[in-house]
T-cell receptor
Framework: GENVEQHPSTLSVQEGDSAVIKCTYS??????FPWYKQELGKRPQLIID?????GEKKDQRIAVTLNKTAKHFSLHITETQPEDSAVYFC????????????FGTGTKLQVIP | DADVTQTPRNRITKTGKRIMLECSQT?????MYWYRQDPGLGLRLIYY???????NKGEISDGYSVSRQAQAKFSLSLESAIPNQTALYFC????????????????FGPGTRLTVL
């Protein structure tokens, strides 16, 4: 099955700085990589995703990059704001018959005003 | 997202008790999931169901069982609760469209915080 590793587990940045979260996956046939944000006391919600046929995707201050050869993908948040403080989960969808999504262990991002 | 609901939202129980967590959805999705969230361990899949007649074990199914009563309902049971099952439990749904352009966005319920004493 798929194995997803995520780093760092915690990240503190000053407001306005950039934040980068990195993930690696094991199944070279995985083709879909979503990122979820979980605010304190709330449910995880999808913020951005990328398919394996593209290398980068942007949505305002958030971008995701994918390196299929190295089997890693990253979330980039620019001009961080206090409301970006949350736990972020990367995930990868495997190539098995059921195409399950496997989540990373999460990164707690703290944006310091 | 009010389309996925979970009951109860909080539950405290004792070791050895049987407990059921319920999930309902109005999104019309075929796929439903139960996850467990523990600090530092992320979201781990307990069971998943891709239609009413299809139920599969996830990575941590021991000590748990599920029932898919209808497309809209998916229940998780702890037959004999133990303290290390204390965690935050999430139900989720998705509607996978097949093919390269497909995605598998998961919509989570609000979570059930379970404490086993």
């Amino acid at each position: 099955g798929e194995n997803v590793e995520q780093h760092p587990s915690t990240l503190s940045v000053q407001e306005g700085d950039s934040a980068v979260i990195k993930c690696t996956y094991s199944d070279s046939a995985s083709n879909y990589f979503p990122w979820y944000k979980q605010e304190l006391g709330k449910r995880p919600q999808l913020i951005i995703d990328i398919r394996s046929n593209v290398g980068e995707k942007k949505d305002q201050r958030i971008a995701v990059t994918l390196n299929k050869t190295a089997k890693h993908f990253s979330l980039h948040i620019t001009e961080t704001q206090p409301e970006d403080s949350a736990v972020y989960f990367c995930a990868a969808r495997d190539s098995g018959g059921y195409q399950k999504v496997t989540f990373g262990t999460g990164t707690k991002l703290q944006v310091i005003p | 997202d009010a389309d996925v609901t979970q009951t109860p939202r909080n539950r405290i129980t004792k070791t050895g008790k049987r407990i059921m967590l319920e999930c309902s959805q109005t999104k019309g999705h075929d796929r439903m999931y139960w996850y467990r969230q523990d600090p530092g361990l992320g979201l781990r899949l307990i069971y998943y169901s891709f239609d009413v007649k299809d139920i599969n074990k996830g990575e941590i199914s021991d000590g748990y069982s599920v029932s898919r009563q209808a497309q809209a309902k998916f229940s998780l049971s702890l037959e004999s609760a133990i303290p290390n099952q204390t965690a935050l439990y999430f139900c989720a749904t998705s509607d996978l469209a097949r093919g390269m352009a497909s995605t598998d966005t998961q919509y989570f319920g609000p979570g059930t915080r379970l404490t086993v004493l």
